[in-house]
């Protein structure tokens, strides 16, 4: 008896068979080509260049079926506009719903058979015909209503319509054979954006009620958004929500701000608050922490501009900054909820904004209070103005408007930042904020409360008093950490500089108030940490108080400089006592440029000027005594060397050697010292600066001299030089001395050399010439040798 095996079981056995015979007829192939190819070789053919296709079929599919639905939607329209009064009513309707219903039932049968791009180009088609079917009813059965509202009425059913026959098909042909439409949803979800505002339109709905439309439609945005399970949809409806949301928060906030009464105030900000909440429910259930962050901080501001209006149609117009301020720091409260951190921290975002908002409106008042009394430094000594305002205002730096309150504005944010940083990794820095929202709020209380103008000097004194204390480090009192002490010691400079300007009204305040900053800032300078910085400005101001006692006691300029020195000698003194401290460098910069300052201030009086070279020369001096300082004895010698050729100057008088021989002597004592400490340095290096100063101005003079005494002068100390130079074998003494020496003598013979060649006759030189060339020629070899003798001779010596 035969077996049959089962079909499924016979079919498996036949493909297996048919596989192996397969793989054996692949290898009786492969053998036979390889034989071919060793009995006739032929060279290899190129490899044939396939074209790949530019397209694929289903990019292909869609381009066809897209153009194929596009065709027919402009035939529709086409047919509703053209040829629609060409049938009767009948027709119309029997056509155009035929056409509609036709197209709108299409796509299940093609979903059924797997023909999804079909099914979708004709439900395009299909909700194409929607829209030209209501245009089509209210051109033939409503064509005396309201175009603003029948278009309201129809974008609702549209939308509502589309989303049933959306989820009508995605309910019946849900399998991923035949997955569901991706076009009515979206397209339902894009015309449901229209209804509110249309229908706001149609009944002339005032702004209010416009803006209301608006968030009404972008709520239902954000809800769809977080709900939705379709991609597409929640992207249509995340752009609905930006663009409505943002268009009616901004149209909202327009209406609060230009609010006249109580009623048109309360409308707008339940409209503001309104879109707050939207915002904060979509930063509650956003899928990422970034995006529920950038969310909440959007939802935080609006709501401070919500209730932050109604504070303010109910307060006077310098207090509108306080007002959202008080708003914005209230959005701290949730920091102690229970909200989700990415709400949490949002919130605390859009505070700090308001918070910076609020600061960035002050700083005009702190500029004007900062920098306004820099202006007296045209008006020295003209006398107290009326109060602290007067005091810090110009014609260009007005007193801000609605100012009042300005100082309480920094000060609810230092305070602010005082208290929520408590706890926190970023404490120091916030104490940091803290103290310059303070500093700012002292600096002008003063001048926004119209104090007197010794009170408003008293007060900034004060706050450069605290800041020196706040800066100090003391294991008895409790210190700043973090960057805070040297923004203090930072923010105790400009308030002394601009107290500094500020005293200039009076001679009195003048002088008091430089006094105490410079003792100030030189008790502030024995902190090892704060004496870079705290020294330089002690000098600073004592340099501008020894120029300010200079004037009080009617001194002149140049009388006032030797005043001014008592500043460099202070600080070489003390830059001695602390030897390698980093507070030495910035002291001994600060002495130079009031050393400087004195020079500038003799300009005009040449003995007094002098004298002034000569005793920064002296403070040089008394510099280089130090070991790390030996290279300012360069500048002393140079001081000197000024002070000298000004005295000279003053003195009118004009002969160079009264100049250079100053410069000499000293500098060939200072070669003696330098060739006996080191005996290989050179003569040139040691002497020939020294040599040159002198002989060579002196070799000019000489030469444009008529008289006889100073070429002979020269000649002798040149002749000196030349003896010392070969006594020593010293080869700068021996060759300067003896070249100086030689052009002398030329200078004093080239009168008679000048008259002996006027008396000859004009063969006579160039005989004379000749015989010379006879002579060298007859003796070249031994003059030769005796040249190669001197020149060893110069060289052997140093």
């Known amino acids: 008896m035969t077996h049959i095996p089962p079909p499924a079981e016979e079919l498996r056995f036949l493909d297996t068979e048919l596989r192996q015979l397969d793989a054996r007829r692949a290898q009786l192939l492969a053998r036979r080509a390889w034989l071919i190819h060793a009995l006739y070789p032929v060279p290899a053919p190129r490899p044939a260049t396939v074209r790949r296709p530019e397209t694929t079929t289903p990019s292909v599919q869609n381009v066809l079926l897209i153009l194929g639905g596009i065709l027919l939607t402009i035939a529709a329209i086409a047919f509703t506009v053209v040829s629609w009064g060409h049938l009767g009513i009948a027709g119309r309707a029997l056509v155009l719903g035929a056409v509609t219903l036709a197209a709108l039932g299409a796509p299940a049968p093609l979903l059924k058979r797997g023909l999804r791009s079909t099914a979708e180009s004709v439900a395009g088609l299909g909700l194409a015909l929607t829209v030209l079917d209501a245009y089509a009813l209210y051109e033939v059965a409503l064509p005396g209503t309201d175009g603003l509202g029948y278009a309201a009425v129809a974008s609702a059913v549209l939308a509502l319509t589309w989303a049933a026959y959306g989820l009508t098909l995605g309910a019946l042909h849900s399998s991923p054979e035949a997955g569901p439409l991706h076009l009515p949803l979206p397209l339902a979800t894009a015309t449901a954006q229209l209804p509110l505002l249309l229908g706001a339109g149609a009944a002339d709905a005032g702004a209010h009620t416009v803006t209301a439309a608006l968030l009404l439609t972008a709520a239902f945005d954000t809800a769809l958004a977080l709900r939705s399970p379709m991609k597409s949809v929640r992207v249509v409806a995340t752009v609905g929500a930006y663009v409505m949301g943002g268009w009616g928060t901004f149209a909202a906030g327009w209406l609060s701000w230009t609010a006249s009464g109580p009623s048109a105030v309360a409308r707008a900000a339940a409209l503001l608050l309104f879109a707050a909440a939207i915002a904060l429910t979509a930063a509650w259930h956003a899928p990422k922490p970034r995006v529920g ?16 209006g109604v504070l303010r149609s109910s307060l006077p117009e310098a207090w509108t900054v306080p ?10 409260a949730v920091m102690r909820t229970r909200l989700p951190e990415p709400v949490r921290h949002g919130l605390a975002w859009a505070s700090a904004g308001v918070q910076a908002v609020a600061v960035l409106w002050a700083l005009s008042t702190v500029a004007v209070a900062l920098l306004g009394p820099v202006d007296w430094a045209q008006r020295v000594w003209t006398g107290s103005p009326a109060n602290a305002r007067d005091a810090v205002t110009t ?8 100012a009042a309150t300005a100082p309480l504005v920094l000060a609810l944010v230092a305070g602010v930042l005082a208290v929520a940083a408590r706890g926190t990794t970023w404490r120091p820095q916030a104490l940091t904020g803290a103290l310059t929202s303070a500093w700012a709020t002292a600096l002008i209380i003063p001048a926004t409360f119209e104090l007197p103008y010794a009170a408003g000097l008293s007060a900034q004194l004060l706050v450069t008093v605290a800041l020196v204390a706040c800066s100090f480090e003391s294991p008895r009192l409790p210190t700043l950490s973090g960057p805070a002490p040297l923004v203090a010691l930072c923010l105790s400079l400009l308030t002394s500089l601009s107290l500094a300007f500020l005293a200039l009204a009076s001679r009195p305040a003048t002088l008091s108030v430089l006094a105490t900053l410079t003792a100030l800032f030189a008790v502030a300078a024995r902190q090892p940490r704060l004496g870079p910085i705290a020294a330089p400005a002690s000098l600073s101001y004592a340099t501008a108080l020894t120029c300010a006692v200079g004037a009080a006691l009617g001194w002149q300029p140049q009388q006032t400089a030797l005043l001014v020195l008592v500043v460099p000698v202070a600080a070489m003194l003390l830059a001695a006592r602390l030897g390698a401290s980093p507070t030495t460098v910035s002291m001994e910069i600060t002495g130079a440029t009031a050393a400087l300052l004195a020079v500038g201030l003799t300009v005009t009086d040449p003995p007094m000027l002098a004298l002034v070279l000569a005793l920064c020369g002296v403070i040089a001096a008394g510099t280089t005594v130090r070991e790390d300082r030996r290279s300012v004895g360069y500048a002393a010698a140079a001081l000197f060397v000024l002070a000298t050729w000004v005295r000279l100057a003053s003195w009118d008088v004009g002969s160079p050697e009264a100049y250079t021989l100053p410069v000499t002597v000293p500098a060939l004592l200072v070669g003696v010292i330098r060739r006996r400490k080191d005996t290989r340095l050179s003569s040139w290096t040691a002497y020939g600066p020294g040599l040159s100063v002198t002989l060579v101005p002196s070799l000019f003079a000489a ?9 002979l002068l020269l000649g002798a100390a040149a002749l000196a030089v030349t003896l010392v130079g070969a006594r020593h074998r010293l080869q700068a003494p021996l060759v300067l001395g003896g070249t100086v020496l030689a052009l002398d003598a030329l200078h004093e013979l080239a009168p008679y050399i000048a008259q002996v060649a006027g008396a000859l006759p004009r063969w006579a030189p160039p005989a004379l010439a000749g015989l010379l060339l006879l002579t060298l020629g007859a003796t070249y070899e031994r003059r030769i040798r005796d040249a190669r003798r001197v020149r060893e001779v110069v060289g052997r010596m140093r």
């Open 703 to 711: 030469w444009g001299d008529a008289h006889w005494l100073r070429p």
């Open 293 to 308: 962050t950038g969310i909440a901080l959007t939802g935080g501001l609006i709501s401070v501009a919500g209730a932050g």
């Open 395 to 402: 014609d260009n730096l007005p007193w801000p408007p609605n």
């Open 323 to 332: 007002a959202y301020l008080v708003c914005g720091v209230a959005l701290l």
